[in-house]
């Protein structure tokens, strides 16, 4: 299984300026909550709301169908002695079972042409639809607000609300990506990399878990996984041991397979520890 490399954020774990909270679903106002939650930033100054007519692209993501009955088929395609062990099933396939229906696509990209936006494009899984508009445009869409700050010596906008869809669309729009250009939200703070307290800035095994839906996933067990790696690793190994107890992780068995010419450079070493971990 190939996982991209990806840089994984922190979340907020205290702020010194929490923007905004609940603005919770008005069946009065016929609005409700998406999964886009209002930004907290800390040690922020705010410069007031962002220009209406600053140009902006969003990703809207949509809802599929049988989430469940898809999660079973992943589960049954990695378990042995099932009829659908190692069976792939196409695009077509998936469109016609798991995506977003054709009627929830279309009313997601009515309501977004009607509210102005333009450039609407949707994947070819139904999953996702993008588009451009104003900040107005996409405030009103919505019906969140979107804020200019200073923070860490920079010029940032966040949605200091979270985004809301209207009644009609409930259960279709997931969520709506693209309404902050924040890269994090709460500063790295200086301390030993290997010291466990540092550990509570970052996400353990168990919030990844949670994220990706995967706790009723089968246990990956006795699965071999490759690390391609350059240069001198012997620190990895320690540094996968001090996260594995940190985490009460049992110990990963470890083989080194030295290819090619050896080397002394320890460039790498923050990536290796990224895969390994």
Sequence with gaps: MAISKRRLLTGVATASLCLASAHSSNASTGWVNTHTQAIPLVQAKSLGALDPSTPLRITVALQMQNAQGLQTLVQEQATPNSPN????????????????????VKAVHNYLARAGLTNITIERNRLFMTATGTAGQIEAAFNTALTRFHQKGKDVFV???????????????????????????????QCDIKSPQCLRFTYNPQTYWRAYDATHVRWGGNTSI????????????????????A?????????????????????GVDEWDL???
């Design 159 to 189: 949605n200091t609300l979270p985004a809301q869809v209207p009644q009609a669309l409930s259960g279709v729009v997931l969520s709506v990506l693209g309404l902050n250009n924040v890269v994090s939200t709460t500063p790295i703070t």
């Design 247 to 267: 985490m009460g992780l049992p110990q990963a068995k470890v083989t080194v397979v030295q290819v090619g010419l050896p080397s002394s450079d320890t460039a």
């Design 85 to 104: 062990f190692g069976k792939y099933i196409t695009l077509a396939q998936f469109n016609a079972t798991y995506a977003p229906s054709i009627d929830s």
């Design 275 to 277: 895969d390994t971990q």
């Design 226 to 245: 490759a690390v391609m790696a350059e240069g001198d690793v012997s620190q990895v190994i320690p540094d996968l041991r001090t996260f594995e107890s």
